[in-house]
């Protein structure tokens, strides 16, 4: 047998959640129920495609879209016009790209991880903050998109360190707000950037009340900590867009400079079409020019054009009113099967 220049590589082990779902796959019970995967599935075991995604596509063929052409580097650009307004609102959106005050630098991502990553990497090696925050527990993925970020960075920069804040109380299984707090205000520096669910968090579902948003936000205003939002199912925690937005639209009326990793694989049911946005919110618009041309030089390197496709379709149900209210219908019974999701971990806790 031959030798290869990789035969010493470090094995990297599978992760406990690709062993649950190799486990699942592996059962052969016909009553097993999987809660590891973040996807709608019908009746039938199979991944679920909203009815107003299939009449968006149908809609699209009778357009004369380039089906398969590349985007331009910071993607499609009526799509991130819209994502724009569904993340700040009509009226704050229009006023952070044409104000002359706080202004907005947005790319279209490949998906949410796209964006996690772009920010990860842009603020490592341009904010160059000594620590980021993640909440204990968070997305699997979070530490990992830091962690490649951080090994990114040159041997003569300093180590960008990745710390857990409280986050869960494993006992009463409620949010630990007052530990979250202790702990940042005793430790958190200035321009260490702090990764906040802006709603639904994953995978505890506990987010804080209006009341905490504000403490939160004051803390990163007296403390210079840049908020670093992760808004990964916007409607899905209360059936509104709206209410689910309102931490980031606070935080920005705030004066906070700030960013947002977008995806509409979970709202729009878009998974495999990876379909995402990410928005950096500066205080000045000579800043907002500077950090899209960093990103955009960024994106050119790593994935030279986003996905065309997936984004046609969240930009034909975004501009259609009719498609527009079937979805919003469509994100509300989602919520309510999120309650009823809910309720089944508290009979499965209660039977542990």
């Known amino acids: 047998m031959g030798h290869s220049r990789f035969d010493t590589l470090n094995l990297v082990p599978q992760d406990t959640f690709r062993q649950l779902i190799a486990e699942f796959v592996a059962d052969a019970s016909p009553k097993k129920v999987s809660l590891a995967s973040g996807m709608y599935w019908d009746e039938e075991g199979k991944v679920a495609t909203l009815s107003v995604v299939e009449k968006a596509k149908k809609l699209l063929e009778l357009d004369s879209y380039p089906k398969h052409g590349y985007l331009p580097v910071h993607g499609n650009a009526s799509f991130i016009h819209l994502t724009q307004r569904l993340v700040f609102g009509e009226t704050l959106a229009e006023t952070l790209i044409s104000g002359t005050g706080f202004q907005l630098a947005s790319l279209q991502t490949v998906s949410g991880a796209g964006a996690n990553h772009l920010g990860a990497h842009f603020l490592a090696h341009n904010l160059h903050p000594r620590r980021v925050w993640i909440p204990d527990v968070t997305w699997d993925n979070h530490s990992l998109i830091w962690q490649l970020a951080s090994d990114s960075m040159s041997q003569k920069a300093k180590p960008l360190e990745i710390k857990m804040y409280p986050y869960l109380d494993r006992e009463d299984h409620s949010l630990d707000f007052e530990g979250m707090m202790s702990v940042l205000a005793q430790e958190a520096e200035t321009d260490d950037v702090l990764l906040l669910h802006a709603c639904a968090h994953n995978p505890t579902g506990l987010d804080p009340s209006r009341e905490q948003w504000e403490i939160i936000s004051n803390f990163c205003s007296h403390q210079k900590v840049f908020p670093f939002f992760d808004l990964a199912y916007q409607g899905l925690a209360t059936g509104s867009l709206d209410k689910d937005a309102w931490a980031i639209r606070h935080f920005v009326r705030s004066n906070l400079e700030l960013c947002v990793a977008q995806t509409f694989?979970?709202?729009?049911?878009?998974?495999?079409?990876?379909?995402?946005?990410?928005?950096?919110?500066?205080?000045?618009?000579?800043?907002?020019?500077?950090?899209?041309?960093?990103?955009?030089?960024?994106?050119?390197?790593?994935?030279?054009?986003?996905?065309?496709?997936?984004?046609?379709?969240?930009?034909?149900?975004?501009?259609?009113?009719?498609?527009?209210?079937?979805?919003?219908?469509?994100?509300?019974?989602?919520?309510?099967?999120?309650?009823?999701?809910?309720?089944?971990?508290?009979?499965?806790?209660?039977?542990?």
């Open 265 to 352: 694989s979970k709202n729009m049911g878009l998974y495999g079409e990876r379909v995402g946005s990410f928005h950096l919110v500066t205080a000045s618009p000579n800043a907002a020019k500077r950090v899209f041309s960093q990103l955009t030089r960024q994106q050119h390197g790593e994935i030279y054009s986003p996905p065309a496709f997936g984004a046609s379709i969240a930009t034909k149900i975004l501009l259609d009113p009719e498609l527009y209210n079937e979805w919003q219908r469509d994100i509300v019974n989602a919520a309510n099967v999120a309650y009823v999701a809910a309720a089944l971990d508290t009979v499965i806790q209660g039977n542990i």
